[in-house]
């Protein structure tokens, strides 16, 4: 699996940037995409996650300013960030969970990184 993520760069606190992430590969039929992110000095973190049905799952900091949705016939994920704070910068990556339900394995893919940077 291969994930080619887009959108990031510098924007004013209070202002917004959208990112996207195409998919391409051994994609299982039920999967999840999402963002992850990481800043300097902290671990990395949730952003947020869509699932094959469209469940979708935010971390705590993001909720009620970004929004995840999915083109799955096109295989991408956008996350809409609005409201954006300089707490909000870091890079933030792209994620592909393929669900193995036979199994009952998960294998987790992830993008290269795109850098958010929000000045205050």
């Known amino acids: 699996v291969q994930l080619q993520a887009s959108g990031g760069g510098l924007v004013q606190a209070g202002g917004s940037l959208r990112l996207s992430c195409a998919a391409s590969g051994s994609i299982f039929t039920v999967h999840d995409m999402g963002w992850y992110r990481q800043a300097p000095g902290k671990e990395r973190e949730l952003v947020a996650l869509?699932?094959?049905?469209?469940?979708?799952n935010y971390g705590d900091s993001v909720k009620g300013r970004f929004a995840i949705s999915r083109d799955i016939a096109k295989d991408t994920v956008l996350l809409q960030m609005n409201s954006l704070k300089p707490e909000d910068t870091a890079i933030y990556y792209c994620?592909?969970?393929?669900?193995?339900?036979?199994?009952?394995?998960?294998?987790?893919?992830w993008g290269q990184g795109t850098l958010v940077t929000v000045s205050s």
């Open positions: 869509i699932s094959t049905g469209d469940t979708t």
């Open positions: 994620n592909l969970r393929n669900r193995n339900r036979w199994a009952g394995t998960t294998t987790d893919y």
